[in-house]
Structures are given as structure tokens and as C-alpha cells.
């Protein structure tokens, strides 16, 4: 397997946070203009707080700097040491599509325990990634 292709699932991420900054955008463009908010009376978070009455799309974007992080790094610490492994593949894009499904439950229905299985499917994902990614530094030749 080819290295580069660890780099796929960084870019598939990348896909997701694009999309759920559109998401986001075309959510409070319509909700400033629907209510007529000026948008200065948003201008600190506690005054978004008490304005926007839908966050699901601003809290799925914040969450996608949090744990995902841990993700960029594992990847590309593959990437860097040469971990070619289609495991490890295949765990990245495991990952993604948790992080894809949690994103849309997230935006959409926002049903707890539905986002929660996704949660907890891509952590175990990510969990496998470093094990297979400490196992790689600390025993490869």
C-alpha cells in the first residue's frame, strides 16, 4: 500500500468541517434574517447564547476540533514513521464515517443515543489507530 493514501482520510475530515461550516453559515444567515438580528447584538458568546436558538450545527463544528484531533495526529504520525499497514487504512476510514455519521445525527435529528453509538464507535476506532501506531514506534526495526 501506498503511503499516501493514509492522507485520504485527513482530507475526507477536511470534506466534513466544510461542510458543516456551510451548514452552519446558511443556518444563521437564515435565522439573522428570518428574526432580523442585527449581528451585533451576537457579538460575544454569551450574547449568541441567548439569541440562537438552534446550536446543533455550531456545536457538531466545535466538536470537530476537539477528539478530531487526536485523528490528524495519529494519522500523520503514520504517515511520517511509514505505517502502511491496510489496518490501520482501514480504522482512518472507519473513523471518518463515524465522525460523517455522528456530524449529520448531530445537524439533523440530534437524537442523543444515536449520536452516542457514533461517538463511541469512532473513539474505539481511533483507540485501535494508536495502539497499532504506538506498537509501530515501539517494536518496528
Known amino acids: 500500500m501506498q503511503t499516501k493514501f493514509l492522507l485520504l482520510p485527513l482530507l475526507a475530515m477536511f470534506l466534513l468541517v466544510v461542510l458543516v461550516a456551510a451548514t452552519l453559515l446558511s443556518r444563521r444567515i437564515a ?4 428574526n432580523r438580528i442585527h449581528l ?3 457579538a460575544t458568546s454569551a450574547q449568541m447564547a441567548a439569541t440562537i436558538t438552534d446550536s446543533r450545527a455550531a456545536d457538531n463544528f466545535r466538536n470537530l476540533f476537539e477528539l478530531p484531533v487526536m485523528f490528524y495526529v ?3 504520525t503514520a504517515y511520517a514513521t511509514g505505517l502502511t499497514s491496510p489496518l490501520f487504512l482501514a480504522l ?3 473513523y471518518v464515517a463515524a465522525r460523517y455519521a455522528h456530524s449529520f445525527i448531530q445537524c439533523t435529528s440530534n437524537v442523543v443515543m444515536h449520536r452516542f453509538y457514533a461517538f463511541v464507535t469512532g473513539c474505539t476506532m481511533l483507540v485501535l489507530m494508536w495502539l497499532m501506531l504506538a506498537n509501530h514506534l515501539i517494536f518496528a526495526a
Open 31 to 34: 435565522f439573522y434574517k428570518a
Open 40 to 42: 451585533q447584538k451576537t
Open 92 to 94: 482512518a476510514w472507519a
Open 74 to 76: 495519529a494519522v500523520i
